[in-house]
């Protein structure tokens, strides 16, 4: 099959897995084409379509868990939105066979490259607000990271227990944990860290266990906070 004919029909595929066909082909194909191929590249749709992939899925993120506060939902849309999700979801769509590249690009492999996949999906969320409107540029946002919002990780949004534990203690003008490694064994099959965390002055000392020292840490802050805010809660400000 001739370059023109697989490129026409990868382009129809593309279009298909975006659910949105083109009226205007131009579009589509300047947002699939990297600078190193011509003059008339992606790389100012890009500007346009990270705009509307970020605002697109801060709404969903902000529909589907009204709960969660500013910095949780900005911590999970960092945790989608990015060159490596991008990528992926480019793969999927086999977006690397619809790409316009230079010879330099070809050889090296750019039809695979993360950092070029994830600019045409950009490019690409800006053709179709081109084509149509923003509305139909959200719609198909919404259409490619619909079961990656629903399989979002709430935990993603919220702080790690080390880092509350640190935070907390600030805020209560404690000094910071001390964590030692009481019990390692690493070089068995099954490895297993025993922590300690000790909060020093307040004379609070536990221990967990995990697979990993981190492991270990993060659950040995979670014991050690518990107990902190338990002895030691703050006061609300009055309204």
Known sequence: MKPDLLKKQAHRSIQKRLGYEFRNMELLQQALTHRSYNAKHNE??????????????????????????????SRMRAALVNEGVLAEI??????GD?????????????????????????????AVSFDAD?????????????????????????????????????ARRFALPKYRIEEQAEQTADAMFVISC????????????????????????????????????LKKAKK
């Open 44 to 73: 100012r749709f890009e500007f346009v379509g990270d705009s509307i992939l970020n605002y697109s899925v801060a709404r969903m993120l902000f529909d589907a868990f009204p709960k969660l506060s500013e910095g949780e939902l």
């Open 98 to 126: 619809g790409l316009y590249l230079g010879a330099g690009e070809l050889k090296s492999g750019g039809f695979r490259r993360p950092s070029i996949l994830a600019d045409a999906m950009e490019a690409m969320f800006a």
């Open 134 to 170: 923003f509305s139909a540029a959200e719609k198909v946002v919404r259409h490619l990271f619909a079961e990656r919002v629903k399989r979002a990780d709430l935990n993603i949004g919220k702080k790690d227990s080390k880092t509350a534990l640190q935070e907390a203690l600030q």
């Open 198 to 233: 000790d909060l020093g002055e307040l004379g609070f000392i536990c221990n967990a266990r995990g697979s990993s020292r981190k492991v270990a840490e993060q659950k040995a802050a979670c014991e050690a906070l518990e107990w902190l805010e338990q002895k030691f809660p």
């Open 90 to 95: 480019a793969l999927e769509m086999n977006v």
